[in-house]
């Protein structure tokens, strides 16, 4: 069985579709696959459909959304083997379990993929951190179950993946900037900054990469919009690793133009 989560919800088993149209069911099928090899609970998965006031039926509701699931899953399989889909959907004590291999899994190559860029941005191996980051990235559709219903278990995990999503774009906008690439970030980076308009590391990002590009006025603006952002939102002052990069632009530091990692270039900074 093949399962997407992150863009719309996808599972396929011999290529067939088994991703349920009611609400309810993808809802459920969506938690499983988000914990593929692992149990799900039935509390939780009450939890996740029908919030802290579930139905009294909520227990018998859930087997039969188990069931109709289970169905799809037998269909696709088209095996002689009665009850084939319970191997795929496994009761286990106090919950279910879907027992997918974990590369057929998009959030699991997602997690692959990044751990071995992550590997390679230790060794200095940037070039392969950049293609692996972006191969991480590349497997993401859309937002994460942008056509599920979301409760509020779902709703952890769905903010999780997206935080792990923009740690991975860091880095490997890192490791392009230390590979030169920089004027070809300008764009996404001005996207990016738009988005998250009171995030430091995009900020400064943004910022060197502008400057690298001789475009050091501009540099000074996006510290200046961040700042005022900051101040206007939460009566703070941007962070002192940003103030000192600020610096190092209105001063043409010469270390701003070094392809050293980020946490070298505030110790030169820091001087």
């Given at each position: 069985?093949?399962?997407?989560?992150?863009?719309?919800?996808?599972?396929?088993?011999?290529?067939?579709?088994?991703?349920?149209?009611?609400?309810?069911?993808?809802?459920?099928?969506?938690?499983?696959?988000?914990?593929?090899?692992?149990?799900?609970?039935?509390?939780?998965l009450?939890?996740?459909?029908?919030?802290?006031?579930?139905?009294?039926?909520?227990?018998t509701?859930?087997?039969?959304?188990?069931?109709?699931?289970?169905?799809?899953?037998?269909?696709?399989?088209?095996?002689?083997?009665?009850?084939?889909?319970?191997?795929?959907?496994?009761?286990?004590?106090?919950?279910?379990?879907?027992?997918v291999?974990?590369?057929?899994?998009?959030?699991?190559?997602?997690e692959?993929?990044?751990s071995?860029?992550r590997?390679?941005?230790?060794?200095?191996d940037?070039k392969?951190?950049?293609?692996?980051?972006?191969?991480?990235?590349?497997?993401?559709?859309?937002?994460?179950?942008?056509?599920?219903?979301?409760?509020?278990?779902?709703?952890?995990?769905?903010?999780?993946?997206?935080?792990?999503?923009?740690?991975v774009?860091?880095?490997?906008?890192?490791?392009?900037?230390?590979?030169?690439?920089?004027?070809s970030?300008?764009?996404?980076l001005?996207?990016?900054t738009?988005?998250?308009?009171?995030?430091?590391?995009?900020?400064g990002?943004?910022?060197?990469?502008?400057?690298?590009?001789g475009?050091?006025?501009?540099?000074?603006?996006?510290?200046?919009?961040?700042?005022?952002?900051?101040?206007?939102e939460?009566?703070?002052?941007?962070?002192?690793?940003?103030?000192r990069?600020?610096?190092?632009?209105?001063?043409?530091?010469?270390?701003?133009?070094?392809?050293?990692?980020d946490?070298?270039?505030?110790?030169q900074?820091a001087g």
């Open positions: 069985m093949e399962i997407k989560v992150l863009g719309p919800l996808e599972a396929r088993e011999n290529g067939i579709s088994i991703t349920p149209s009611a609400s309810k069911p993808r809802q459920l099928l969506a938690m499983l696959a988000l914990q593929v090899g692992n149990v799900v609970t039935v509390p939780t009450i939890e996740e459909l029908w919030g802290m006031a579930p139905p009294r039926s909520a227990l509701t859930l087997q039969t959304y188990v069931l109709q699931v289970r169905r799809k899953i037998d269909a696709a399989i088209q095996s002689d083997q009665p009850d084939a889909a319970k191997a795929v959907l496994v009761t286990r004590y106090g919950g279910y379990m879907l027992d291999a974990q590369e057929n899994v998009d959030v699991r190559s997602f692959r993929l990044a071995a860029g590997r390679a941005m230790e060794v200095g940037l392969s951190a950049s293609r692996l980051l972006r191969s991480a990235l590349d497997v993401w559709r859309g937002p994460v179950l942008v056509d599920v219903q979301i409760g509020s278990c779902l709703a952890m995990e769905v903010t999780r993946l997206h935080e792990a999503k923009l740690c774009v860091e880095s490997r906008i890192e490791a392009d900037i230390r590979l030169g690439r920089h004027q970030l300008l764009s996404e001005s996207m990016l738009a988005q998250h308009p009171m995030h430091e590391n995009l900020c990002q943004y910022m060197l990469s502008l400057y690298r590009s475009r050091q006025w501009q540099a000074l603006e996006i510290y200046q919009s961040l700042r005022d952002t900051l101040i206007n939460l009566g703070l002052e941007p962070s002192d690793r940003l103030r990069l600020q610096r190092a632009i209105l001063n043409t530091d010469p270390a701003l133009d070094s392809h050293i990692s946490s070298d270039l505030q110790r900074l």
